[in-house]
């Protein structure tokens, strides 16, 4: 059974910095995909960042370019997102996702699997 557990969130005031944990339990499969995503009340489901399970190439959506870093363990059970300099619009829910295959990363609807959200509340 996959399951995904997130941890990190917090407060923190602008500029500060903030590291999200995701542990992925039964799910290491060649050509997987993972993902970081965010929801702010009354907005969609974004994609912020995601790479491929044992690769090294990263993906992120532009507002969090130069800022944002995600990564994994070398044991490819352990999700992190680096949070650095970040801003009030940041603020949101934030969710890890696990597919199988790539394609469209940035779009929720292909991920099978979600984990249940941690909050980032940046305040100016």
């Known amino acids: 059974q996959v399951q995904l557990v997130e941890s990190g969130g917090g407060s923190v005031q602008t500029g500060g910095s903030l590291r999200l944990s995701c542990a992925a339990y039964?799910?290491?499969?060649?050509?997987?995909?993972v993902g970081w995503f965010r929801q702010a009340p009354g907005k969609e489901r974004e994609g912020v960042a995601g790479?491929?399970?044992?690769?090294?190439?990263?993906y992120y959506t532009d507002s969090v370019k130069g800022r944002f870093t995600i990564s994994q363990d070398n044991a490819k059970t352990t999700l992190y997102l680096q949070m650095n300099s970040l801003k009030p619009e940041d603020t949101a829910m934030y969710y890890c996702?696990?597919?199988?295959?790539?394609?469209?990363?940035?779009?929720?609807?292909?991920?099978?699997?979600w984990g249940q959200g941690t909050q980032v509340t940046v305040s100016s």
């Open positions: 039964g799910f290491i499969t060649s050509n997987s995909f």
């Open positions: 790479i491929y399970i044992g690769g090294v190439n990263p």
């Open positions: 996702a696990a597919r199988y295959g790539g394609g469209q990363w940035w779009l929720p609807e292909g991920y099978k699997y």
